[in-house]
């Protein structure tokens, strides 16, 4: 079983539609969760970074994590076009004094116009 | 502010050879840290450095080896290149280390025939 786990999609939706990106896990010791964005040919750029259960709201961004059910969630109010991109779940672990983040294979999405 | 520069962005090398990719973090990072990106495996970590000091290091073989200077620059090299070598390298930078202050570079695509 990998550690993270991350459905690949591809998922395509229409601007304007609420969209729902997730990982499961199954290493208890991660205590940073995030969410990137990576648009092509770019590198990946932090959108959302918590390490509690719970929701964190940022703009049309919600992050969502479930430490019991070891589940977290990224949700897109009013997707536009500008958000088509892959969209990779990380999670991170203290090792040798600095932090290992663990990636999932990421969520290519499309929000059609 | 520069952001993180990755050098060169695109190479081709042959089975058996050896390459050495370049990283500038953003000016005060200390920390570097490397990444493998494939369609097959997703993001993986090859090895984090801060103040010239290996930290940190992922599953991958010795071929693969890195280092940083007094500058805070790094280099990652990977000898006797082989086909499944060929990837997408990103680097990050962050002050310290912590997982939720990474700034990732547009990355080194390295293609081996």
Not at chain 1, 2 to 31: H, M, R, W
Not at chain 2, 75 to 91: F, R
Request: hydrophobic letters at 30%; charged letters at 20%; glycine letters at 10%.
């Amino acid at each position: 079983q990998k550690e993270v786990e991350q459905d690949p999609g591809p998922l395509s939706v229409p601007e304007g539609a609420i969209v729902s990106l997730n990982c499961t896990y199954s290493n208890s010791a991660f205590q940073y969760f995030m969410w990137y964005r990576q648009y092509s040919r770019k590198g990946p750029e932090l959108l959302m970074y918590t390490y509690s259960s719970g929701n964190k709201e940022d703009g049309r961004f919600t992050a969502q994590v479930d430490k019991s059910s070891k589940y977290i969630s990224l949700f897109i109010r009013d997707s536009q076009p500008s958000d088509s991109a892959t969209y990779l779940c990380a999670m991170s672990e203290t090792q040798g004094g600095s932090e290992k983040l663990v990636f999932g294979k990421g969520t290519k999405l499309t929000v059609n116009p | 502010k520069a952001g993180v520069t990755q050098t060169p962005r695109y190479l081709i090398k042959t089975r058996g050879q050896q390459v050495t990719l370049s990283c500038s973090p953003i000016s005060g990072h200390r920390s570097v840290s490397w990444y493998q990106q494939t369609p097959g495996q997703g993001l993986q970590f090859l090895f984090e450095y801060f103040s010239e000091t290996q930290r940190n290091k992922g599953n991958f073989p010795g071929r693969f080896s890195g280092r940083q200077f007094s500058n805070s620059r790094s280099e990652m090299n990977v000898s006797t290149l082989e086909l499944g070598d060929s990837a997408l390298y990103l680097c990050a930078s962050s002050v310290s280390g912590v997982a939720g202050e990474l700034f990732f570079g547009e990355g080194s695509r390295l293609t081996v025939l």
